[in-house]
T-cell receptor, first 109, second 114 residues
Framework: KNEVEQSPQNLTAQEGEFITINCSYS?????LHWLQQHPGGGIVSLFM???GKKKHGRLIATINIQEKHSSLHITASHPRDSAVYIC???????????FGKGTHLIIQP | NAGVTQTPKFQVLKTGQSMTLQCAQD?????MYWYRQDPGMGLRLIYY???????DKGEVPNGYNVSRLNKREFSLRLESAAPSQTSVYFC?????????????FGNGTRLTVT
C-alpha cells in the first residue's frame, strides 16, 4: 500500500502570504490528486497531475515523480482559501487511492 | 446539474438502530464509492461499485452493506449501528474505476451513534 505523508498538518498564515503544502508518497505513481475540503465539509478535486506543474488561478501544483513528492502552492492567500487540503495517490485500496490526512490551512485577515 | 447528492446531511442513531444513506449522481459515472472520514485519519474506503451491477469491499467494510440500485444510485446501509460508526460519510463517483479521472464528492453525512 502506498503511504502518504502530508506536511504541515496545520498551518496558520496571514492574508497575502505564499503558502506551500507538501505531499510525499512511498511508491511510484502515475498521477496524484489534490483535493480541497471546505469548512462546511464538501470536498472538491483541485488538480490531477502526472508530471511537472499545473496552475489554476492562484493555486499551483507541482510534482517530482523521481523524488515521490508533490507541492501545492497558494499565491496571494486569502481568508477564503481556509480549508483542509488533501493529497491522494494510487496504489492504495480497492479504488486505487490512498488519501493523506490533510493539511488544515487558516488564512487570517 | 446537481453532481453527487447525498442524504441525509445529519443523523443521530442509538446503538442497534439501522439506517440507509442514499447517494445519487447525475453525471453518468460508472464508478461510485462510500468513504468515512474520522478525525486524524485520511478518507477510508468502505465499499465501492466499479460499475452497475458490481460491488466490492474496501478497507473498512465491517458493519456496512451496500446496494448499487442502478447506474445513478448507490446506498450504504448500517444494519445495527455502533458508536464506532460515528463518522462523516462521503459518497463519491467518477467516470470509471482505477483511472486518473477526478472524484466527485457529495456533501457528506455526519452520523452520530449514541
Amino acid at each position: 500500500k502506498n503511504e502518504v505523508e502530508q506536511s504541515p498538518q496545520n498551518l496558520t498564515a496571514q492574508e497575502g502570504e505564499f503558502i506551500t503544502i507538501n505531499c510525499s508518497y512511498s511508491v511510484g505513481i502515475s498521477a496524484l490528486h489534490w483535493l480541497q475540503q471546505h469548512p462546511g465539509g464538501g470536498i472538491v478535486s483541485l488538480f490531477m497531475l502526472s508530471s511537472g506543474k499545473k496552475k489554476h488561478g492562484r493555486l499551483i501544483a507541482t510534482i517530482n515523480i523521481q523524488e515521490k513528492h508533490s507541492s501545492l502552492h497558494i499565491t496571494a492567500s486569502h481568508p477564503r482559501d481556509s480549508a483542509v487540503y488533501i493529497c491522494a495517490v494510487p496504489g492504495g485500496g480497492a479504488d486505487g487511492l490512498t488519501f493523506g490526512k490533510g493539511t488544515h490551512l487558516i488564512i487570517q485577515p | 446539474n446537481a453532481g453527487v447528492t447525498q442524504t441525509p446531511k445529519f443523523q443521530v442513531l442509538k446503538t442497534g438502530q439501522s439506517m440507509t444513506l442514499q447517494c445519487a449522481q447525475d453525471m453518468n459515472h460508472n464508478s461510485m464509492y462510500w468513504y468515512r472520514q474520522d478525525p486524524g485519519m485520511g478518507l477510508r474506503l468502505i465499499y465501492y461499485s466499479a460499475s452497475e451491477g458490481t460491488t466490492d469491499k474496501g478497507e473498512v467494510p465491517n458493519g456496512y452493506n451496500v446496494s448499487r440500485l442502478n447506474k445513478r444510485e448507490f446506498s450504504l446501509r448500517l444494519e445495527s449501528a455502533a458508536p464506532s460508526q460515528t463518522s462523516v460519510y462521503f459518497c463519491a463517483s467518477k467516470i470509471r474505476d482505477r483511472d486518473n479521472s477526478p472524484l466527485h464528492f457529495g456533501n457528506g453525512t455526519r452520523l452520530t451513534v449514541t
